[in-house]
């Protein structure tokens, strides 16, 4: 298992199925049984039933907080229904689906009456293998339900060769999606924003700890703009299916970040720039790899025509600033 200051760097982190909680909403019992696909013009001008998994996870939670502000009816899955993070969800009025992609029968049930899916799997701890299953059962369970839209998160250079294994995983379980007759939209986020409230204690020191090159310059997004891209690939199928995006908010180069933490923050902060070395022992081989690419290649994203696109995507000063007026002392 990852401790916390490593998933300072990762830039997926290691989500739980998850979930939230409410009285189920109604739902039509003929509807509820019906088996045949949905078509994409049922899902224009609608709010509709969507089934998110890690709902209480970084992107899975982001998305479900997302779709409930617009209205939609948020089902999450779930293997702790009893959760903190469950019932923290459930407050804001989505409901509780428990299961487990690693029971069918639960997947199966939790589809009952579904429009849509998001789409999270999980690398950590059982590996490559693992995370392709659980991609393929997911798919498989939206499949046999009939659900009308499929939206999976994957990651920025799934495609790119790059020898990351929980980047191949991913998309491995791309190319399982394609193989479908499902409407399936597929979003690809690059390092997260998020991943810094995990190292706030360095952070409140000054310090910001990386073995990357002050000089590099790296792709950053918020999860809270995920969410944006999965809500909208829901409410505009006809712009959205069949489309991979890669997505991003930000590009700054550590020397920058370094000056947006300071005034963040309101104090001089210094970049540690630990050895591949050092950083290799405490984080291990697969997020070495990972943390390395980013430095050799690295994500590449329009994050400028991005931007002009979505002019309200969070900036990296955004995000920090709402990090240290809310982050624990």
């Known amino acids: 298992m990852m401790n916390r200051s490593l998933l300072s760097v990762c830039s997926l982190l290691i989500l739980g199925l998850a979930a939230c909680d409410r009285p189920p909403p109604q739902v039509d019992a003929e509807r509820a049984a019906e088996v045949a696909p ?31 502000d617009r209205g939609h009816i948020v089902h999450g899955l779930t293997r702790d229904p009893e959760s903190e ?10 409901k509780m689906v428990k299961g487990d992609f690693d029971d069918p029968a639960s997947l199966a049930a939790a589809m009952e009456g579904v429009d849509g899916v ?21 798919i498989d369970a939206a499949v046999k339900a009939g659900v009308g839209r ?47 409230s995990w190292s706030i204690e360095s952070l409140r020191q000054g310090r910001y ?13 918020a999860a809270r703009d995920i969410g944006f891209f999965a809500a909208e690939a ?65 994500y590449d994203v329009d994050v400028e025509a991005l931007r002009e696109q979505y002019p309200g995507l969070q900036t990296a000063a955004e995000f920090l600033a709402d990090l240290a007026v809310t982050a624990p002392r």
């Open 118 to 138: 998001f789409g999270v799997t999980l690398f950590w701890p059982q590996g490559y293998e693992y995370e392709v299953e659980q991609g393929k059962r997911l």
């Open 38 to 68: 949905h078509t994409t013009d049922d899902f224009l001008g609608s709010k509709r039933v969507l089934l998110v998994t890690g709902a209480t996870g970084t992107q899975g939670g982001a998305v479900a907080r997302e779709l409930l």
């Open 150 to 196: 499929f939206v999976l998160t994957s990651v920025a250079g799934a495609d790119d060769d790059t020898g990351i294994s929980h980047f191949e995983s991913k998309w491995e379980v791309e190319q399982y999606l394609h193989g479908t007759d499902l409407d399936w939209t597929i979003l690809r986020p690059v390092e997260f924003m998020d991943n810094w």
């Open 234 to 298: 829901f409410d505009n199928p006809d712009q959205w299916i069949g489309v991979t995006k890669e997505i991003a908010g930000d590009v700054l180069t550590l020397a920058e970040l370094i000056d947006t933490l300071s005034e963040a923050f309101g104090r001089e902060f210094e970049h540690v720039q630990i050895s591949w070395e050092v950083y290799k022992a405490r984080a291990g081989e697969e997020i070495t790899t990972m943390v390395r690419w980013f430095e050799e290649q690295g």
């Open 209 to 221: 700890v990386d073995p990357r090159d002050t000089q590099s310059s790296h792709q950053w997004i």
């Open 85 to 94: 993070e469950a019932r923290a969800l459930a407050a804001l009025g989505a």
